[in-house]
C-alpha cells in the first residue's frame, strides 16, 4: 500500500501539464467539436475519423438490445460458461 501512495503522490509532478492540457482543450473547444464529429481534431483529412466515432452515440443505439444481450448471458451461464473476450 506504501508503494501504492508513493506512486500517487508522484504524480504531483503532472499537475502543471495536466492543467495546461485541460486549459488548451477548453479554448479549443475540444470536447464540443468531438461530439460534433468535427474530425479536424484529430486531423484535417476526415479520412479514417468519421468511420470511427460511432462510440459518440453507441450507448443509445444499444439499448434495444438489452434484452437480447441479457437473455444471452443467461443461457450462457445455464451453460457454465464464465469468460467472455471480446
Given amino acids: ?7 500517487l503522490a508522484d504524480l504531483k509532478h503532472y499537475h502543471s501539464a495536466v ?3 485541460l486549459t488548451d482543450m477548453t479554448a479549443g473547444r475540444i470536447l464540443p467539436r468531438i461530439w ?3 474530425h479536424t481534431v484529430w486531423r484535417p483529412d ?3 475519423i468519421t468511420d470511427r466515432l460511432g462510440w459518440l452515440d453507441s450507448a443509445g443505439r444499444v439499448q434495444e438490445d ?3 444481450f441479457t ?3 443467461d443461457t450462457l451461464l445455464t451453460e457454465g460458461y ?5
Fill in 1 to 7: 500500500m506504501e508503494n501504492c501512495l508513493s506512486k
Fill in 19 to 21: 492543467e495546461t492540457a
Fill in 36 to 38: 460534433a464529429r468535427d
Fill in 46 to 48: 476526415p479520412t479514417g
Fill in 66 to 68: 438489452i434484452p437480447r
Fill in 71 to 73: 437473455a444471452l448471458r
Fill in 82 to 86: 464464465t469468460h467472455a473476450l471480446l
